[in-house]
């Protein structure tokens, strides 16, 4: 990004760009009209602008609106067609795989089961056999697709297209960005996982309008996506939002980053199962396998009303509502909004932290942040992998890298 900003005309131009579709986006199908009463742009303005979106087939005339007796306005609505990418989330054991449209909504998912993700190479390989995959099952011609976005966990610079730190896949500096792009011929974007589920709720879900907020994810790790004045914050080198290693116990148990006491290592499936474990070897769980016991199971049976189990997610959502709380009186944010995987423990995990976050932030902040558990779905990473590279159409030039799609609509 320029040190210093120099709002030329043709900046200024592309801010009301951005403007103008960002309303049509949110409110289309609309009016020229409308948009420039939305907008303070003028007549002439909106006319320059919208004939430019049109001819780069972003939006397009809609079928005329209700008749009011004069002559049917026409109204402006986004061409769906207009983009599609592909979104990749890469785990230890499965990559997921989303297509979707302009707007973010899914065409063709598949789920691919994978080993070996520790070898660079190997998860190059598997990603862009993904890529193809999910092409060939949407059954759009490949050169339909004009952007990939890939998320996973971890510290990602985003900006330089560096993994620079899997404590999961054990990665470290690794260039992912060129090297799937190399592969496939697609331009390629890469961003820590929760980051992309932040941008899909920002620009497509449920932190739509909203500017200050933040997405916790709960699942294999606690993870932290934050949207300050609108923007997203990163840190200096993106490596921001580990709120799953901030330390609530430096005695307390181990976690994966080396240290104790970490929120994930009470918070985490991980944490679940090994605390579930510990209660089969105490005799406390009847005739359960510890070793076979899975993170759905203990989720199950703490459901059909296992007391032991019910305390072991109790205590663990305590122990989020008390992290939460801290966020709570550091960002003072709108809504907090959570996901992952984690969220099929229902009240039994969110009932106790939202009683901790009541009990533990600022009684005068609480009031003012709005807590939503979303409803989880297995595509929704990939989901927001997809919008990691969508978002970059929609956002405003001040804040844009170099698209990564390119909208330029084949011959037909
Ligand atoms: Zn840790």
Redo the contacts with the bound molecule.
């Keep these: 990004m320029p040190r210093f900003w120099i709002a030329n005309r043709q900046l200024i131009r592309a801010i009301n760009r951005s403007t103008v579709l960002n309303i049509i986006k949110a409110d289309g199908p609309i009016s020229r009209t409308e948009i420039g009463r939305l907008s303070g742009l003028s007549p002439a303005t909106v006319s320059e602008i919208t004939a430019d979106l049109i001819a780069e087939g972003l939006i397009y005339e809609k079928a005329a609106g209700d008749s009011t007796g004069g002559r049917p306005p026409i109204l402006l609505a986004l061409n769906h067609d207009a983009a599609y990418v592909v979104g990749l989330k890469l785990a230890e054991r499965q990559i997921s795989a989303a297509l979707t449209d302009i707007e973010a909504t899914i065409l063709c998912t598949l789920t691919v089961p994978v080993t070996g993700m520790t070898v660079v190479e190997r998860a190059v390989e598997e990603l862009a056999g993904a890529v193809e995959r999910v092409i060939t099952e949407s059954s759009l011609p490949r050169e339909r697709v004009t952007g990939v976005g890939i998320g996973l966990a971890g510290v990602i610079d985003a900006e330089r297209g560096l993994c620079r730190y899997s404590p999961i896949l054990g990665w470290r500096d690794v260039p992912l960005e060129q090297l799937v792009e190399e592969q496939i011929g697609i331009p390629v974007r890469i961003d820590n996982d929760v980051n992309t589920l932040a941008m899909a709720e920002k620009w497509f879900g449920a932190g739509q309008g909203v500017d200050d907020f933040l997405v916790v994810t709960v699942g294999r790790g606690v993870g932290l996506g934050i949207v300050v004045n609108g923007q997203f914050y990163r840190g200096t080198r993106g490596g921001g939002g580990e709120f799953?290693?901030t330390v609530m116990d430096p005695h307390g148990p181990a976690?994966?980053?080396?240290?104790r006491g970490?929120l994930?290592?009470y918070v985490a499936d991980p944490a679940l199962v090994r605390a579930a474990r510990e209660a089969v070897l105490q005799g406390k769980l009847g005739s359960v396998d510890a070793d076979e016991l899975t993170v759905e199971q203990v989720t199950e049976l703490a459901r059909e009303g296992d007391e032991t189990l019910r305390e072991i997610l109790a205590q663990a959502g305590r122990m989020l509502g008390m992290g939460i709380a801290n966020l709570v009186n550091i960002f003072n944010p709108a809504l907090i909004i959570i996901s992952g995987e984690g969220v099929r423990a229902g009240d039994l995990l969110f009932g106790p932290m939202r009683e901790a976050v009541a009990q533990y932030a600022f009684d005068s902040l609480v009031e003012d942040t709005e807590i939503v558990v979303q409803e989880w779905g297995d595509e929704a990473w990939a989901w927001g992998a997809a919008s990691l590279v969508l978002q970059e159409i929609y956002k405003s030039p001040i804040h844009a890298r170099v698209p990564a799609v390119s909208l330029s609509m084949p011959a037909t």
């Design positions: 799953g290693h976690c994966d980053c080396g240290k970490c994930e290592a």
